[in-house]
């Protein structure tokens, strides 16, 4: 004997037809919402440092730690000496060899810009609460992207960085 399914109270209210729909948009919207959240992977502007720089750079990628405040390093693909990252989420970035930040040459290069371990870093506020720093006066410009919420202090991946640039970037 076949067994006769029960439709909920609040769907037998519903005209068939709208009844009938109700799964199928259910699941389309599921499937949409799914997709959406799932983000491309990030791109990673890669710089191209020019001779002298490219060398500084490339001993500074093999000294960074693999891991950083407790993150392990997962460089994005394709893997260039150039850039490392730390998974987190939103994860920190370090760029080497970058050009001279234009802001530098005019009034913001007068703001407070920290001191680590003789390395001189010029912070930049992001619209997402985060900051960049750029590495000053230094053969080659490192740059370190702390999106908000990366770190409790966004300075502290700086902190735990300088040692590496001071020892690899004159």
Known sequence: MA????????LAALPAPIRWLA?????TCTVVV???SWSAPERIQVPEPAAKAAGYCRNLATALPQELLGHARKDPSPA?????AWASS???????GVDRP????????KDYSPTVDDVTWWPQKLDDGGYRFTSTMRKAYVEVTVPG????NPFDPVAALSAAVKANIP
């Open 80 to 84: 260039s000496p150039y850039v490392a």
């Open 3 to 10: 067994r006769e399914l029960r439709v909920p109270r609040v």
């Open 34 to 36: 799914l997709l959406g």
């Open 149 to 152: 919420g990366a770190s409790g």
């Open 90 to 96: 939103p994860r920190i970035v370090l760029r080497c």
């Open 102 to 109: 234009e802001a530098l040459n005019g009034e913001a290069a």
């Open 23 to 27: 799964l199928p948009v259910a699941l």
